[in-house]
């Protein structure tokens, strides 16, 4: 293959051309990813009173940016569990009737160990450690 | 006097524009009678509901303020203070079901009656483009008001997007703003419904159009081998646009009367730490593609069933743009087409798939 000047012109210009396409579209798209904002960690949240928490019921705290689900169960216990459905980010609820999780999006079914028993959740939800320090309720992220 | 103010105009604008392709439409075009001619006028009520769209549109932008602590409130505000405010977005609301509504009906019309054949190969394209980009101002607009339920639509809606291959988790960053949803998607789905769809949807609306105009109305088979005298036609002008113009009269009632008897509710305010409320549902237009991805299982094979479920879509999708490059064997002696009976299993899945959504 011979290389005249034609062809060595048009190569230059499309290569300079798909250069430059590239210089306004990679700002462009790097524009589009938003920055990482820098989360404070969170290692633990105090979360109020244990004696006033009743029995058999929930409430969603946040944890740092997170939602965390946070029940008490029949006997008494305190469960601390990561809120957002494993499977498309809902947030959970607990159900006081039948002492499950459940997520309202695709009707999700985790047991109170967070253990995804029924419904499309594919993995259990990430559990947190609760205690009590002086009736005070505290979750710290486990492990 | 109006008639010769009227042609001095005309004249002065045909010196310096030449209108004679306005005239030649104005004057020659003309619509074939049969009876199929009905689904003709599909596209017209769409196009009606179009400008309905902006002009509603161009209005709620004066009051709404988008913002994770505003958009809630700014939209209360239209509907409880601002004058009419409710009826404006109500038409909003519905005015955007109805004009989804009316492009499957067309685009389904056009299947049937396979208008998208040569030389309408692009018209199809470009209808098809239309109509993916109408879901994307349904999905986008949907987010706006900051409620629950827009709030875990867009959740779950942006989490599928994330599952694609290689793209879907940049592609969720980017649409969300960040790794979830918060004020800084809306501000992105405000962007996208207000500026970046409008701009896109007019190139395709407009190039959707010239086509039409330039090919013409399509005569279905039935009509084209019809004796030259045996075919009745009616001028475009004035005789179609006058029943156009009846039927977007009508269809306009139809929305008012929905806008007040039916008016669209605001619900809770969108609450980052608040459980999913029960019943949560897409809008009607996205249930048979939400309802068979709750069918399928988990995992097919070794492959994430949803997955399989998006991709499958997708391919399904590309298929349907690409119809008119498709040949599907005719067969003479079959009574219907096997291209029909495709379009008629695309009909009965979607409309099986979507009241299984409403059942279930
Ligand atoms: S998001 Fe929870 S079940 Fe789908």
């Known amino acids: 293959m011979t290389l005249n000047r034609k062809?060595?012109?048009?190569?230059?210009?499309?290569?300079?051309?798909?250069?430059?396409?590239?210089?306004?579209?990679?700002?462009?798209?790097?524009?589009?990813?938003p920055p990482k904002?820098?989360?404070?960690?969170?290692?633990?949240?105090?979360?109020?009173?244990?004696?006033?928490?009743?029995?058999?019921?929930?409430?969603?705290?946040?944890?740092?940016?997170?939602?965390?689900?946070?029940?008490?169960?029949?006997?008494?216990?305190?469960?601390?569990?990561?809120?957002?459905c494993t499977h498309l980010e809902c947030i959970v609820q607990y159900k006081s009737d039948t002492h499950?999780?459940?997520?309202?999006?695709?009707?999700?079914?985790?047991?109170?160990?967070?253990?995804n028993v029924s419904g499309p959740p594919p993995r259990p939800l990430t559990p947190y450690d609760v205690k009590i320090i002086n009736d005070e309720i505290v979750i710290t992220s486990a492990g | 006097m109006m008639k010769k103010i009227t042609s001095n105009l005309v004249s002065w604008l045909d010196e310096r524009f030449d209108l004679t392709p306005i005239r030649n439409l104005l004057l020659h075009k003309k619509v074939p009678i049969h009876k199929h001619?009905?689904?003709?006028?599909?596209?017209?009520?769409?196009?009606?509901l179009f400008f309905i769209q902006l002009v509603t549109g161009i209005l709620l932008l004066l009051y709404y303020k988008p913002g994770e602590d505003s958009a809630y409130e700014s939209v209360r505000f239209i509907v409880t203070?601002?004058?009419?405010?409710?009826?404006?977005r109500n038409v909003h609301s519905w005015s955007a079901n109805l004009l989804i509504f009316f492009a499957f009906l067309h685009m389904f019309s056009v299947f049937f009656t396979q208008s998208y054949k040569k030389p309408r190969e692009l018209t199809w394209i470009t209808g098809f483009v239309i109509l993916a980009l109408a879901?994307?101002?349904?999905?986008?607009?949907?987010l706006l008001p900051w409620n629950e339920l827009a709030f875990f639509a867009t959740k779950v809606g942006t989490d599928i997007i994330g599952i694609l291959p290689v793209v879907g988790e940049k592609l969720r960053v980017i649409l969300r703003g960040g790794e979830d949803v918060t004020g800084a998607t809306l501000s992105r789905f405000f962007g996208i419904h207000v500026a970046i769809l409008p701009a896109i949807f007019t190139f395709f609306l407009v190039l959707h159009l010239l086509f039409i105009q330039r090919q013409g109305m399509h005569e279905p088979e039935h009509f084209k081998n019809l004796p030259e005298d045996k075919k009745k036609y009616i001028p475009f002008f004035p005789d179609f646009a006058l029943r156009d113009a009846l039927l977007w009269l009508i269809v306009f009632?139809?929305?008012?009367?929905?806008?007040?008897?039916?008016p669209w509710e605001l619900g809770n305010k969108a609450d980052p730490f608040a459980s999913a409320?029960?019943?949560?549902?897409?809008?009607?237009?996205?249930?048979?593609?939400?309802?068979?991805?709750?069918?399928l299982p988990a995992h097919i094979l070794f492959i994430d069933g949803e997955l399989l479920g998006v991709l499958a879509f997708g391919l399904a999708g590309l298929l349907w743009m690409l119809i008119p490059f498709i040949k599907l064997k005719e067969k003479p002696n079959w009574k219907i087409q096997p291209i029909t009976i495709v379009g008629i299993l695309v009909v009965s899945f979607i409309v099986v798939m979507t009241i299984l959504g409403y059942l279930l």
């Open chain 2, 37 to 48: 001619s009905l689904w003709y006028y599909l596209g017209g009520v769409t196009l009606f």
């Open chain 1, 100 to 115: 499950q999780i459940w997520c309202a999006c695709h009707n999700g079914i985790y047991d109170l160990n967070g253990r």
């Open chain 2, 253 to 262: 009632n139809v929305i008012i009367f929905l806008a007040l008897y039916f």
């Open chain 2, 277 to 295: 409320p029960s019943g949560i549902k897409p809008e009607w237009y996205f249930l048979f593609m939400f309802q068979t991805l709750k069918f």
């Open chain 1, 7 to 33: 062809k060595f012109l048009n190569i230059l210009l499309s290569l300079s051309g798909i250069a430059g396409l590239g210089a306004i579209f990679y700002p462009i798209f790097s524009y589009l990813i």
């Open chain 1, 37 to 84: 904002i820098s989360e404070p960690k969170v290692n633990s949240v105090k979360v109020g009173s244990a004696s006033d928490f009743p029995n058999n019921s929930y409430k969603i705290v946040k944890f740092g940016r997170k939602p965390v689900i946070l029940i008490k169960t029949v006997e008494g216990d305190f469960k601390a569990l990561s809120a957002t």
């Open chain 2, 81 to 88: 203070e601002v004058k009419f405010g409710w009826l404006i």
């Open chain 2, 135 to 142: 879901l994307a101002f349904g999905f986008s607009g949907y």
